[in-house]
């Protein structure tokens, strides 16, 4: 498949890589239908990516996904799209180890063999810039970086000074410029606010796509990115699908709201192929646990609304008497918290389902950042392979379950406790775990068998 693309990359974390990413993407949506893209794991820049474009985003990350898995990913985001354009995560080399690719946006650019334009933070540079510019290029000649966003210039003398030297002493062709201040985008302590929570956010997003469209040659970003190469389709390495699942019209309740946001659109589309009824419901606006066969309880920010969360005891005590009654039940981080005994915020607590014995507790620090490779125990009632995810919260789990069984053993990561993440009771699993489908194929078909 021919479809046109271009990686948004960063020379480091916090040069505006992803307001500049999501301005092209709304300056592109006006004529054209963009198929957005992040690589590694994320929730929060998607959503924003989301509202850029009216399409789903998806993650591509070398550290979940073999090279086919990927590009079916790739494949399945972008088929029928006119354009795809894929931000990449922190620095465009940086990965999971300092020499290795894996993780990185570079690695995925040379998966997909897609063209790269570098986003830049000038401040307090001219000919520096361009020693950059070589020193990307000269790392790794198989990326193909062919153009340069100037982000945080002074003035037009301070940019006329970046032309001259980037053109002296590069072949590469500056896209554009932005002037310091121009767009930027609030942040929490994950990352960039999520979007949902925003009133505002179509005005955001107009503001951003005009500021680009004025600042940027999005003709030229639309012409570098049809330099990238056919692909060959691939399909049944993403995900696993049992076909005899089709039939069993299984129900999944999904709250989806300004609480419960963080969930990777492959894992959706993973539990939809094998034969469930999708049900989202908004319990921090009120709203009870619907009637369902089972609940997926992804993250998200549960402390800043548990005052919400804890006065809706009619979702968390049906979500505990479904724990009883044996309903599978999976929870991600956010969803682990809602699963606890209560939340704690700056000393004060607020009461959850209460289906495991100990509470959830806000730290000023964080208590778990890493990729995350996890062996199943033989406690997990529907997983056996080891899954590739990961972890990213404040929170710790209080007090410290000592003798308690967990479904995962920690390979790499920190987990919930002592190497060990995953609390279970009857068939309800709560976890600092993020699994990703392309690190876990039969995360979804698996769920699902056991509902019965």
Same mark, same amino acid.
């Given at each position: 498949?021919?479809?046109? &693309?271009?990686?948004?990359?960063?020379?480091?974390?916090?040069?505006?890589?992803?307001?500049?990413?999501?301005?092209?993407?709304?300056?592109?949506?006006?004529?054209?239908?963009? *198929?957005?893209?992040?690589?590694?794991?994320?929730? +929060?820049?998607?959503?924003?990516?989301?509202?850029?474009?009216?399409?789903?985003?998806?993650?591509?990350? %070398?550290?979940?996904?073999?090279?086919?898995?990927?590009?079916?990913?790739?494949?399945?985001?972008?088929?029928?799209?006119?354009?795809?354009?894929?931000?990449?995560?922190?620095?465009?080399?940086?990965?999971?180890?300092?020499?290795?690719?894996?993780?990185?946006?570079?690695?995925?650019?040379?998966?997909?063999?897609?063209?790269?334009?570098?986003?830049?933070?000038?401040?307090?540079? %001219?000919?520096?810039?361009?020693?950059?510019?070589?020193?990307?290029?000269? @790392?790794?000649?198989?990326?193909?970086?062919?153009?340069?966003?100037?982000?945080?210039?002074?003035?037009?003398?301070?940019?006329?000074?970046?032309?001259? *030297?980037?053109?002296?002493?590069?072949?590469? =062709?500056?896209?554009?410029?932005?002037?310091?201040?121009?767009?930027?985008?609030?942040? &929490?302590?994950?990352?960039?606010?999520?979007?949902?929570?925003?009133?505002?956010?179509?005005?955001?997003?107009?503001?951003?796509?005009?500021?680009?469209?004025?600042?940027?040659?999005?003709?030229?970003?639309?012409?570098?990115?049809?330099?990238?190469?056919?692909?060959?389709?691939? =399909?049944?390495?993403?995900?696993?699908?049992?076909?005899?699942?089709?039939?069993?019209?299984?129900?999944?309740?999904?709250?989806?709201?300004?609480?419960?946001?963080?969930?990777?659109?492959?894992?959706? =589309?993973?539990?939809?192929?094998?034969?469930?009824?999708?049900?989202?419901?908004?319990?921090?606006?009120?709203?009870?646990?619907?009637?369902?066969?089972?609940?997926?309880?992804?993250?998200?920010?549960?402390?800043?609304?548990? =005052?919400?969360?804890?006065?809706?005891?009619?979702?968390?005590?049906?979500?505990?008497?479904?724990?009883?009654?044996?309903?599978?039940?999976?929870?991600?981080?956010?969803?682990?918290?809602?699963?606890?005994?209560?939340?704690?915020?700056?000393?004060?607590?607020?009461?959850?389902?209460?289906?495991?014995?100990?509470?959830?507790?806000?730290?000023?620090?964080?208590?778990?950042?890493?990729?995350?490779?996890?062996?199943?125990?033989?406690?997990?009632?529907?997983?056996?392979?080891?899954?590739?995810?990961?972890?990213?919260?404040?929170?710790?789990?209080?007090?410290?379950?000592?003798?308690?069984?967990?479904?995962?053993?920690?390979?790499?990561?920190?987990? +919930?406790?002592?190497? &060990?993440?995953? @609390?279970?009771?009857?068939?309800?699993?709560?976890?600092?775990?993020?699994?990703?489908?392309?690190?876990?194929?039969?995360?979804?078909?698996?769920?699902?068998?056991?509902?019965?």
């Amino acid at each position: 498949m021919n479809i046109p &693309r271009v990686v948004i990359a960063g020379t480091a974390s916090g040069v505006g890589k992803t307001s500049i990413s999501c301005g092209i993407m709304k300056a592109l949506s006006k004529k054209n239908n963009v *198929a957005p893209f992040k690589v590694g794991p994320d929730f +929060i820049d998607p959503i924003y990516h989301r509202f850029a474009t009216d399409n789903f985003s998806r993650n591509l990350d %070398t550290f979940f996904m073999e090279k086919d898995a990927l590009i079916e990913n790739f494949l399945r985001g972008a088929s029928k799209k006119d354009i795809a354009i894929i931000e990449g995560v922190r620095g465009l080399y940086e990965g999971i180890d300092p020499i290795d690719e894996i993780g990185s946006t570079s690695h995925v650019s040379k998966l997909l063999d897609s063209p790269v334009i570098l986003v830049m933070n000038v401040r307090s540079l %001219t000919k520096s810039a361009a020693a950059y510019i070589k020193g990307f290029q000269t @790392l790794d000649p198989n990326v193909k970086i062919r153009g340069v966003i100037l982000n945080q210039v002074r003035d037009d003398t301070h940019f006329k000074k970046l032309q001259k *030297a980037i053109k002296t002493f590069t072949d590469i =062709e500056i896209i554009g410029s932005i002037e310091r201040g121009a767009i930027s985008l609030s942040s &929490r302590h994950l990352g960039l606010v999520p979007l949902i929570e925003k009133e505002d956010r179509e005005e955001i997003m107009e503001g951003l796509g005009k500021q680009i469209e004025a600042s940027l040659d999005i003709d030229k970003i639309k012409e570098i990115a049809k330099e990238a190469t056919n692909l060959e389709k691939r =399909e049944g390495f993403l995900f696993q699908v049992n076909s005899e699942l089709k039939n069993n019209r299984i129900t999944v309740g999904i709250p989806f709201d300004k609480t419960f946001s963080f969930y990777y659109r492959e894992n959706i =589309e993973a539990l939809e192929e094998n034969g469930a009824k999708i049900i989202y419901f908004k319990p921090t606006e009120g709203e009870d646990l619907p009637e369902a066969d089972c609940y997926y309880i992804g993250g998200g920010y549960p402390e800043v609304y548990s =005052e919400k969360i804890s006065n809706n005891t009619d979702f968390l005590n049906n979500l505990k008497s479904a724990s009883k009654e044996c309903k599978p039940i999976y929870g991600e981080c956010g969803g682990l918290m809602v699963l606890s005994k209560y939340i704690e915020v700056e000393n004060t607590k607020y009461p959850m389902a209460g289906i495991f014995d100990e509470g959830t507790v806000m730290k000023k620090t964080k208590q778990g950042l890493s990729y995350v490779i996890a062996q199943p125990t033989e406690k997990h009632f529907f997983l056996k392979d080891i899954v590739k995810g990961h972890e990213f919260h404040y929170s710790k789990i209080e007090p410290a379950p000592q003798k308690k069984d967990f479904v995962y053993k920690i390979l790499r990561g920190k987990g +919930i406790s002592n190497g &060990r993440d995953g @609390l279970i009771k009857n068939k309800c699993i709560g976890s600092y775990l993020h699994i990703h489908i392309g690190g876990a194929p039969s995360w979804a078909s698996s769920f699902l068998e056991n509902v019965y």
